[in-house]
Every structure is written in C-alpha cells, then in structure tokens.
C-alpha cells in the first residue's frame, strides 16, 4: 500500500508533469470531428483500434448519409458495415452503434445520457469512451480517459504501473486534481503524438524528460 509521503511524492510529479503539458499544449482537445453529441458517440466508437485521422476520414461521408438518430436506428447493417469498412472491426462497430441508437432512442428519449452509470448501458460504450463522450458533450467529468497513448505515458512518466486502463484510471485520479482531469487526456494524447512516440525514439531528448531529470 502507498504511503501518505509517496502518494504526496506522486501528487507533485503529476502536478509538475500537468503543467509542463500545459504550456507545450495550450489548447489540447478531441481530434475526432463531429456536429452532435450523437456523432461524438458513433466517431468514439469507430476510433477504437482505429486512427483519429481515418475516423474523421470516414464520418463526412457517414454523417451526411445518416443525419439524425432515427437514421441509425433503421439502417441496414450489411450496408453500414460498408460505410464504416475502412475504421476497420465493422462488423461489431456496426452492431455497437446501431444498438446504441436503439437504446438511445427507446431509454433515454433520443439524447445521449449524463451520468456515467447511463452512459454504460449503452452498447460498445465502455468507461474510457464514456469519460469522452461526458467530457466532451456536456462538461461532465467523472474520470479520466485512459487510452493507449495515457496508459502507455502514464507508465513511461511513472504515473502509474498498472496494466488495465481501469487500475491506471484509478491511479491518476488519485493524483491529479479533479480539475486537471478532463484536460489530462488530451494533453497526454498530445504529448504522445508529438514527442514520445510509441515506436522506438531517443526519449531522453523528450521534453518531460529532461524537465523530469532535474
């Protein structure tokens, strides 16, 4: 069990960790391009195992085609599976999303839920999808997203060695202010995309790296 004085430790080096992100990355935000709530939710769910970049590819085309939720909940999935082909796993993407709008439509009236606990009744949507979807759509933060590029930073950073996103989750709230937590994601993401790749680098030239070194 971690001490008080290491759990202070971690808390400082969070801290220092956050606000060098922050002046790297003013502005850190979704990459996912969308014009509703209802589109945040279907492009969060094609972006699993798939790139933003070819997420945001593919949804023009798809938003235009399906404009509301009554469109998702009467299309045919042979035929959805075509249009979301390229995010690649369209078979249970297709099944995810048009059950989402189901449930969406038929328990919650047609509007995408509040409240962590609704958000995961929805089909596909796990908690690192509903920490995006709730941030996003409607300023709710009750947790952090963890997704490969934090759960992997998180561990290169020595913000956490868990290895299921929900332990590394429950780490980082434990030592980044709340009000740090919706933000943490994207500037993480951020990071990882910009300067500490997952491939093989010269990390010590990071810079939180050579911050951190000091």
């Known amino acids: 069990m971690i001490s008080g004085k290491e759990l202070s430790g971690m808390r400082k080096r969070a801290s220092k960790i956050i606000s060098v992100l922050g002046k790297l990355f003013p502005n850190p935000k979704i990459a996912l391009k969308y014009g ?11 972006s699993a195992q798939c790139t933003d970049k070819k997420v945001n590819e ?3 085309a798809l938003f235009k085609k399906y404009r509301r939720l009554e469109d998702y909940v009467s299309a045919n999935p042979r035929e ?3 249009d979301i082909h390229q995010c690649g796993f369209f078979r249970a993407k297709t099944r995810n999303i048009l059950a989402a709008a ?8 047609g509007k995408l839920p509040r409240t962590m606990e609704e958000m995961l009744v929805i089909p596909g949507i796990g908690r690192k999808s509903a920490n995006v ?3 996003n759509a409607y300023g709710v933060v009750e947790g952090i997203a963890v997704d490969t590029h934090v759960k992997r930073l998180s561990r290169v ?6 290895k299921t996103p929900e332990k590394v989750e429950k780490d980082l709230m434990a030592i980044i202010p709340k009000k740090d937590w919706f933000r943490a994601t994207y500037l993480l993401i951020d990071y990882g995309r910009k300067y500490c790749f997952a491939r093989p680098h010269q990390h010590h030239l990071c810079p939180l790296s050579k911050i951190l070194e000091r």
């Open 36 to 46: 509703n709530n209802w589109e945040l939710l279907v492009a969060v769910q094609l």
């Open 58 to 60: 593919v949804t023009p």
């Open 80 to 82: 959805f599976e075509k």
């Open 102 to 109: 189901k449930v969406v439509q038929e328990k919650f009236g």
């Open 133 to 135: 979807i709730l941030g």
């Open 157 to 162: 950073l020595g913000l956490s060695n868990e």
